[in-house]
């Protein structure tokens, strides 16, 4: 069976199903905690799961990613609700894609390839930053009011409620654990998902609590709340539509323009790291992905959902659990549409702290401090966009400080490049400047000072056998010194330059209505 192919294998039906299942579980903590850490409704973010599993599976690119809200997309989210409401979400999250779709027919699937690992990494970082400062509130005991960011210190403290922070720490026990060695020795404890096993306990201590009668027990406001869900009709009439009168703001399509490149950085990232542990050895079209992806995004933002990304810990999820297909992520979003559908009172048991762990847990390992220690060893070069990028983040927003990461790796590779474009030694009265296989115009500069330190009566010899381009800025500067060379007593050499004499004819024309030409002086200085 081919990669892009949407029909069923029946050969893996039963592990599909059964993997299905699994990420089922996987998702619903994280398809709510990324929604209430966004400052959406909880239903935002189930109804992008669904849209995921039920429309991007069959459309996507991967046979093994599974498509959702992302917790990389809730910085931006946060700030676009709050600058044009969350009808104004839906609204961008339409035009974002639209411009995926128009990526892919551009087989633009490529990009992540033009973004240093550094800046990708800062970005990830940040989104961890972010995800933590949003999560601190609710992991303390506050309800949805103080979702989208934390509140000043007093506040924080005031508000606290014991048994939030106690569900909070459990939980993030329970997370830990299973990512020590220990917990990886024995593969069969990880059958059940431990943020599934998280929000369970989480739940258990809620419901213990409030039967006890106990005084700690938590509020309506500090669970999850899906008002009105209590059956089918009551989940189609709680969609909700874009606010199309946002039309005429200019900054709505910068923010499209922001979730549509940050969703297919991380979609790529993620097929490609989903293609990595695939045991069938699959590829991915990766420009199909793009594609479908903008297809969920158009869908999500019609009817109410968040955008979303192929994720990858849902995908990883995927494939540990036995999935071979694209069916597995749909079963996922069945289970995810009858579980709201008909069941979102258990839904609502839920505490808040709970999915605050998980997401905690999350933003850590986007900024665990193994990460920047790696950036760190890598070198200056490597770290320098990497830091950047994650303060630029924290100190704007996430397209800028992608931006400005780009900008300061792309200052590295300048240098680099000037630093290599062409090397000279000296031996006494003799030179030689030898070209490496691209000189460009960025290494103008370069080239007038190793050409200033060449002694007066001495002998340069320009070596260009082995270069495959010469900009025309650098053929004028060396026919500038050629021609002022006898006047110093200087002889040149030059070797390998008659291949690139065709790219700068302005030269040529003036070296022929020239007395001392530079073609008189190699001839004397010998043949090139």
């Not at 770290?383 to 990028?389: D, K, S, Y």
Request: hydrophobic share 50%; net charge neutral; proline share 5%.
């Amino acid at each position: 069976m081919s990669e892009t192919s949407s029909q069923i294998d029946t050969r893996y039906l039963g592990r599909d199903i059964r993997s299905g299942i699994v990420v089922f579980f996987v998702a619903i903590p994280l398809c709510l905690g990324i929604a209430i850490a966004s400052g959406a409704p909880p239903l935002s973010g189930l109804i992008a799961g669904m849209v995921g599993g039920l429309v991007v599976s069959w459309a996507s690119g991967s046979q093994l990613s599974v498509s959702g809200p992302a917790a990389g997309l809730t910085a931006i989210v946060l700030g676009v609700i709050d600058q044009y409401g969350y009808g104004g979400l839906l609204f961008a999250t339409v035009l974002a894609g639209l411009i995926q779709i128009g990526l892919g027919f551009a087989r633009m699937g490529i990009i992540g390839a033009f973004v240093p690992s550094g800046v990708i990494k800062g970005m990830l970082a940040g989104i961890g930053l972010i995800l933590i400062g949003t999560q601190v509130p609710l992991a303390l005991g506050h309800g949805a009011e103080t979702e989208a960011g934390l509140t000043s210190p007093g506040a924080l403290i005031s508000g606290i409620s014991p048994l939030a922070i106690a569900i909070t720490v459990v939980c993030l026990a329970i997370l830990v654990f299973f990512e020590t060695p220990l917990a990886k020795r024995y593969p069969k404890l990880a059958i059940v998902p431990p943020p599934l096993i998280a929000v369970i306990v989480g739940v258990a201590m809620s419901m213990g609590a409030h039967w006890m009668g106990s005084g700690l027990a938590l509020s309506a406001q500090q669970h999850v709340s899906l008002p009105g869900l209590d059956g089918p009709a009551s989940l189609l009439a709680s969609l909700q539509t874009p606010d199309f009168s946002h039309w005429l703001s200019p900054g709505i399509y910068l923010s499209a323009l922001t979730i549509a490149l940050v969703a297919s950085l991380e979609t790529l990232l993620s097929v490609e790291a989903v293609d990595e542990i695939d045991p069938l050895g699959r590829k991915s079209s990766t420009h199909r992905e793009l594609g479908a992806q903008g297809i969920g995004n158009m869908l999500s933002g019609l009817i109410g959902g968040l955008p979303m990304t192929a994720v990858i810990v849902r995908s990883s999820a995927n494939v540990q659990a036995g999935g071979r297909t694209r069916l597995a992520s749909f079963v996922h979003g069945v289970l995810l549409v009858a579980s709201v559908a008909f069941v979102a009172f258990a839904l609502e048991a839920i505490p808040l702290a709970a999915l605050a762990a998980i997401l905690l847990f999350t933003g850590y390992k986007l900024a665990r401090p193994a990460i920047i220690s790696a950036q760190w060893r890598a070198g200056f070069q490597r770290f320098a966009p990497f830091a950047v990028t994650i303060v630029a983040i924290l100190a704007t927003d996430l397209l800028i400080g992608v931006l400005t990461g780009m900008v300061v790796a792309l200052y590295f590779l300048i240098r680099a490049h000037y630093r290599s474009a062409m090397s000279m030694t000296h031996q006494g009265q003799h030179a030689l400047l030898r070209f490496n296989s691209e000189v460009s115009f960025l290494s103008r500069d370069a080239l007038r000072h190793h050409l200033s330190r060449v002694p007066e009566n001495g002998h340069l010899v320009i070596d260009a056998s082995t270069t495959r381009f010469i900009d025309p800025d650098i053929r004028e500067d060396i026919d500038r010194f050629v021609s002022g060379a006898p006047e110093r007593g200087i002889t040149v050499e030059l070797r390998g330059l008659d291949r690139h004499t065709a790219t700068y004819t302005e030269a040529n024309a003036r070296r022929a209505a020239t007395p001392a030409t530079s073609e008189d002086w190699q001839a004397q200085a010998g043949p090139a």
